[in-house]
């Protein structure tokens, strides 16, 4: 099959490897029909992660189950599927508590960027659709895999509740699903801070009621001058780096909460700030599969359409193409058709 490797610093190649198979009884083999950058791909692509050259890249996908182990029951070759970035059992503990990215059986993807993908614990981690999705609703499903999930969980995280103020730091595709997930989570003004026209257009048409263009401390400035010097009841930090982070704390009232989903880079937690003004810092790894249901279920429904995210799509044979545009900030998030 083919799969996307990497072998160095902005070194993309797609190979040909050995085809996925099943190798325990709860793995499952899905052939992928759309796939994606994700923005956390770009740190061991731009060399801020370590490389082992020749690795598969890629954890986002949707596909059809092509098959199963001897204890996958709920799935059978031809369903279609949801693939979430991190595989869980659903049954230990930490599932049942709905932390499924913290499994005691925890896998990720790997390789997703791929025309087959391997699921280590497929029953408890794979969500069904009674049928493959419309090609209009396709960007939007895909999203469920990974971005979606991540961005609603910084803002279940920060605590959004209804009436709330709320600023998110970061326009990425993440930080674009934390300004659908705030507005649907009954916050009355969102902000989302973005210098990038295009990203802005977006988090408008998300349902930000405010963009804020400034960084650092005119940023921080900006927003206490919009909430009248007392800060945001919820922020959400969708980089990862500590000037993010330092932004966040910066725009958060006392007794808030910053949710946080950006992989750490550089991040220092500011301990004194969250003791002095009593800031909760609250997030993480998404637990994909513990919103799938619900978010599953907005998505189809139309409820919320978080597919323009994905502003550029491409052939998986273009792949190296589409992590140089996201790269250079060309696009906001590729979609990937094997």
Not at 151 to 171: E, L
Not at 182 to 203: D, F
Not at 285 to 312: N, Q
């Amino acid at each position: 099959m083919k799969v996307t490797t990497l072998h160095g610093v902005r070194d993309i190649r797609l190979e040909d490897r050995p085809a996925p198979t099943v190798q325990a009884p709860t793995d499952a083999i899905v052939q992928v029909t759309a796939a994606c950058v994700c923005g956390s791909d770009l740190w061991p692509y731009r060399g801020e992660n370590p490389i082992t050259p020749g690795d598969p890249i890629g954890h986002e996908c949707v596909g059809v189950v092509a098959e199963v182990g001897s204890e996958v029951r709920s799935f059978a070759p031809g369903d279609f599927v949801v693939v979430p970035f991190c595989h869980s059992d659903n049954t230990c503990p930490h599932c049942r508590a709905g932390m499924t990215s913290a499994c005691d059986h925890l896998g990720v993807t790997q390789g997703g960027q791929g025309e087959l993908a391997r699921v280590t614990q497929a029953e408890g981690s794979l969500w069904k659709l009674p049928e493959a999705p419309r090609e209009d609703l396709v960007a939007g499903v895909l999203t469920l895999s990974d971005v979606l999930p991540t961005g609603w969980h910084c803002a279940v995280s920060a605590g959004v509740g209804p009436g709330d103020t709320v600023v998110v730091v970061g326009d990425g595709a993440v930080g674009l699903c934390g300004v659908l997930a705030a507005v649907e989570l009954g916050a009355e003004r969102v902000v989302a801070m973005s210098r990038h026209p295009e990203r802005q257009e977006v988090a408008r048409r998300f349902g930000a009621t405010h963009v804020v263009e400034e960084r650092g401390e005119e940023g921080v400035a900006r927003i206490l001058d919009l909430t009248d010097g007392v800060g945001a009841d919820a922020v959400l930090e969708c980089v990862g780096n500590g000037p993010a982070m330092e932004q966040a704390f910066g725009c958060a009232r006392p007794g808030s909460t910053v949710g946080f989903v950006g992989v750490p880079h550089g991040v220092e937690v500011p301990i004194r700030t969250m003791f002095r003004r009593n800031v909760g810092l609250r997030g993480g790894m998404a637990p994909v599969r513990h919103y799938l249901p619900e978010l599953t279920e907005l998505v189809v429904s139309g409820t919320i359409d978080p597919g323009p995210v994905f502003d550029l799509e491409l052939p998986l044979d273009e792949v190296a193409a589409a992590y140089a545009a996201m790269d250079e900030r060309r696009a906001i998030k590729v979609l990937l058709r094997p």
